[in-house]
Nanobody
Framework: QVQVVESGGGFAQPGGSLTLSCPASGFTLDVYAIGWFRQAPVKEREGVSYISSDGSTYYAHSVKGRFTISRDIAKNTMYLQMNSLKPDDTGVYYC???????????????????WGQGTQVTVSS
């Protein structure tokens, strides 16, 4: 059974850091792409970052230079290091696995068919 589970969310002050983890089961990260999405209240779910099966990465413009996506193939786990957090980064963060090694449109939810339950990230002073 294909499954992803997020952890690591919480509260941070502006300028702070958090690290999200997403261990995967039922597939391996070097075969399919996997990514992070987030959803703030009354906003649509948006793509944050993704990593393809060959290790290529994508970042949304709003997080580029602040967030770093990575993976540990041996642990079959993906990570999202979030630095210089801003209040606009607040939302529920979802880990998602794609049915493709390299999605054509990695920032769009329809490219992913397996989702975690989400973890809350709150950035506030």
């Amino acid at each position: 059974q294909v499954q992803v589970v997020e952890s690591g969310g919480g509260f941070a002050q502006p300028g702070g850091s958090l690290t999200l983890s997403c261990p995967a089961s039922g597939f391996t990260l070097d075969v399919y792409a996997i990514g992070w999405f987030r959803q703030a209240p009354v906003k649509e779910r948006e793509g944050v970052s993704y990593i393809s099966s060959d290790g290529s990465t994508y970042y949304a413009h709003s997080v580029k230079g602040r967030f770093t996506i990575s993976r540990d193939i041996a642990k079959n786990t993906m990570y999202l290091q979030m630095n210089s957090l801003k209040p606009d980064d607040t939302g529920v963060y979802y880990c998602a696995a794609s049915q493709w090694p390299t999605p054509e449109n990695p920032g769009f939810p329809y490219e992913y068919n397996t989702w975690g339950q989400g973890t809350q990230v709150t950035v506030s002073s």
